[in-house]
């Protein structure tokens, strides 16, 4: 069973920076696609990114293109979203999740059957 861990949320102000991280001890992640999702309190869990393995297609929802990016370091197995110009809007429990089948997004989201316990951003001041 493969478990995804996210790491590096906290609390930041409005205008803040974080990076999360989504690993995958004892997997290697550097050949499937990687989603980033979120879910803030009382609302519906949304699409926030996915990155490629191969091809290097990364997609983005509208609410946080040109502020999030998503990244791999292969060499750490680690998958990266790197959180710019957070709003309070963005607060939410970010999760990361594979299909563990394809390799690169097709879209920017499709039906994920492997998910992460999710690390929680606050925006506030």
């Known amino acids: 069973q493969v478990q995804l861990v996210e790491s590096g949320g906290g609390l930041v102000q409005p205008g803040g920076s974080l990076r999360l991280s989504c690993t995958a001890p004892?997997?290697?992640?550097?050949?499937?696609?990687i989603g980033w999702f979120r879910q803030a309190p009382g609302k519906e869990r949304e699409v926030v990114s996915c990155?490629?393995?191969?091809?290097?297609?990364?997609f983005y929802a509208d609410s946080v293109l040109g502020r999030f990016t998503g990244s791999r370091d292969n060499a750490k197995n680690t998958v990266y979203l790197q959180l710019n110009s957070l709003k309070p809007e963005d607060t939410a429990v970010y999760y990361c999740?594979?299909?563990?089948?394809?390799?690169?997004?097709?879209?920017?989201?499709?039906?994920?059957?492997?998910w992460g316990k999710g690390t929680l951003v606050t925006v506030s001041s």
């Open positions: 999740a594979t299909d563990l089948n394809r390799s690169n997004c097709p879209a920017l989201t499709y039906p994920m059957n492997h």
């Open positions: 004892g997997f290697i992640l550097d050949y499937y696609a």
């Open positions: 990155i490629s393995a191969f091809d290097g297609a990364k």
